[in-house]
């Protein structure tokens, strides 16, 4: 069983929500409705995610009005929700259609239909589309990816003013200020734990065949920048608050944007031959 998989719907209150509440289980959002019940009361991580919402919470301002947010990988939504009682428009999108089933009726308990947008969809499809939002929100996806670095460059032509990211990483924190070029002879220093580093899970982790990678923390915030971000806070383990690197070097641009346009290129030339 994944750790997605392991909480079966258990309402912390006997409701009237109870039993859809089961019937739409199991959870991986704890969420806290209306009537007092709860979607994943005995979640192993504890009341999860709003133990991280209230790490993140004082990095983001309290009055999102006017801001467009995308939520990717919403899960049941419990971010969504959050950031649109704070008064974001927010677009939420996940792959799986159990968690989708989850948010929308969710959302009809609370009463934010209007607020956030659900969408079956996956975040690659959102390369090239031109679409800008204030706040992208990216947490617990970039290691399901095949395709991180990818991910992030997508991200970056979306994120207006700034982007949450959190991911799993490997164990430890060091971080080396990486030299401007290495020769090849000096390959030793790769194998360093604080060179930036990311471990490939050709199988499966927690029985999760969709847990890609496993970067180090020196090699998220490698990514980040890479990606033409930069890290303004760490709001606590894991999770990286980021925005536009306005001084991004020319050089890096280029090598980020050459290869998002030959990927969109591809797609184009598919959508041209069927
Ligand atoms: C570990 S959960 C994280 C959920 C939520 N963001 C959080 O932090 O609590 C990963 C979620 O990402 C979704 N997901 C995986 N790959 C995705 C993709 N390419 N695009 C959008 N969502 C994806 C999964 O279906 C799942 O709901």
Redo the contacts with the bound molecule.
Sequence with gaps: MT??SITSGESGADSLGRSEIDDLGPW??NLHLPDGSQTAAGHPLGD??MV?WRQIVPFIPADLSGWRVL?????AG??SFELARRGADVTA????PH?LRQARWAADEYGLQRKVRFQQ????TFAGSGEQFDLV?????LY??RHPLL?LDILREMTGRQMVL?TMTMPGVAAMQTPESIRLDERALLTRGDWPRMAFIENSLEEDP?NWWAPNHACVEAMIRAAGFVVTARPGHEIYLCEPNLQEPPVSRALRESELSAVLGARELQGEHP
């Design positions: 750790l997605q991986f959002h999860f995610p991280k939520d990717i990988g919403c899960n419990f971010y999108i996940d792959i799986d968690y969809a996956s975040l690659y929100w990216f947490l617990g996806v399901h990816l991910a959190q969709t």
